[in-house]
C-alpha cells in the first residue's frame, strides 16, 4: 500500500478533532448530549488513513519476526558447548529428555575442566566484563557448565536464565543407549537432507531431523533478540548439534552440512556476523542428490 502523505495525514486528523470539539450548550444539558455528531464517513476515513501510514514504515525496523540468516543482530552471542558428560564419558548416545536433569547426565570429571578452561578463555576476552546472561538448557550437563562460567567470570546466579525446552539435546530416536559412534550414521543422513529424522524408538526419546532442531533455535534467538538489546548472551547447550544448526543458520550455510560447524566438548565461539568460519567445501564445491527425489537445493 502507497504511503500517506504528511499534509494529508494531517487534515484527516484536524477533521476528527473538529468533529469531537464540545459546543456551547448549556450547563444542564447531559455529558452525552455535549459532543457534536459523529459524521461516520469522516471517522472510518481517517483510521484507514492513519493504518496505511503505520503499516507503510520500513520494514528494518520491526524487530517481532526473526528470520535465518538474520540481517543482524541486536546482542552480542557467545555458543558454548557444555563439557563431556558422564554418558558421553562412558561412549553412549543419550538424548532422552527424561533423564536431562539426571545426575547421571552431569559433567564428568573431564568435563568439568573443559569447562573451566572454556570459562577462563571467556573470562580473558572479557565476554562478561560489562555483565552478561547465561542461557543454559536445564539439562543438567549445561546448568552445571553455565555456574561455571558465571563464578569463574564474577557472574551472580540471578543472570543465569535456564532454558527448558529450546536447548535440548538433539533427540537421536532409536539411536538412544547406542555407542556413539554410531552417531556418524545420523550425519550420513543429514547430509541428504535436513528433513531425514533418525529411526524412531517407544521409550519417549525424539527423533529429531535438522529441520525440527533449526526450527528451535530460531524461536530461542527470536526470544533472545526480543527480550534484551545491545547485551551479551552466552547460550550453553548440552550437544553440538544445536550449536552447529544454530550457527549455520546465522551465516546462511546449508544446514545438510552443519556438521562441519560441529563443537568439541567445552567448545565455545563467539558469533562474528562480519566474518564468515572457514569450513571444508566437498571436492565438486556443490552437493550432490544422494536420494532422489528427497534432495534440497
Avoid at 49 to 55: D, E, F, L, M, R
Avoid at 57 to 74: E, K
Avoid at 172 to 197: C, H, M
Avoid at 249 to 259: E, M, P, T, V
Amino acid at each position: 500500500m502507497a504511503a500517506i502523505s504528511t499534509p494529508a495525514l494531517m487534515t484527516a486528523t484536524a477533521s476528527i478533532l473538529s468533529a469531537l470539539t464540545p459546543s456551547t450548550y448549556p450547563r444542564d444539558m447531559e455529558p452525552h448530549d455535549s459532543f457534536k455528531p459523529f459524521n461516520r464517513r469522516l471517522v472510518l476515513t481517517a483510521l484507514t488513513i492513519s493504518t496505511a501510514v503505520i503499516s507503510s514504515a520500513p520494514a528494518v525496523l520491526a524487530r517481532g519476526l526473526f528470520q535465518m540468516p538474520p540481517f543482524r543482530l541486536t546482542n552480542r552471542y557467545f555458543l558454548v558447548r557444555a563439557g563431556e558428560s558422564e554418558f558421553e564419558s562412558l561412549g553412549v548416545i543419550n538424548t532422552n529428555p527424561v533423564a536431562k536433569t539426571s545426575v547421571d547426565s552431569g559433567l564428568s570429571e573431564k568435563g568439568k575442566k573443559q569447562t573451566v578452561r572454556a570459562a577462563l578463555e571467556l573470562m580473558a576476552m572479557g565476554a562478561c566484563d560489562s555483565g552478561c546472561w547465561i542461557w543454559p538448557s536445564i539439562t543438567q550437563r549445561a546448568y552445571q557448565a553455565a555456574e561455571i562460567i558465571a563464578a569463574v567470570c564474577g557472574i551472580t546466579r540471578s543472570y543465569i536464565v535456564p532454558e527448558y525446552s529450546f536447548l535440548d539435546a538433539r533427540g537421536l530416536g532409536a539411536y538412544e543407549g547406542k555407542n556413539l559412534e554410531a552417531i556418524s550414521e545420523v550425519y550420513a543422513s543429514d547430509n541428504v537432507s535436513p528433513r531425514n529424522k533418525p529411526p524412531p524408538i517407544d521409550d519417549g526419546t525424539p527423533n529429531e531431523s535438522v529441520a525440527d532442531v533449526f526450527v528451535r533455535v530460531t524461536q530461542l534467538m527470536s526470544i533472545l533478540e526480543t527480550q534484551y538489546s545491545e547485551d551479551t548472551v552466552i547460550i550453553v547447550s548440552p550437544d553440538s548439534d544445536n550449536l552447529s544448526i544454530l550457527q549455520a543458520g546465522l551465516i546462511g550455510l546449508d544446514l545438510r552440512r552443519h556438521r562441519d560447524l560441529s563443537f568439541a566438548p567445552g567448545e565455545f565461539r563467539f558469533v562474528d556476523m562480519s566474518s564468515i568460519p572457514t569450513y571444508k567445501q566437498p571436492a565438486s564445491a556443490v552437493y550432490k542428490c544422494l536420494n532422489p527425489p528427497t534432495c534440497d537445493k
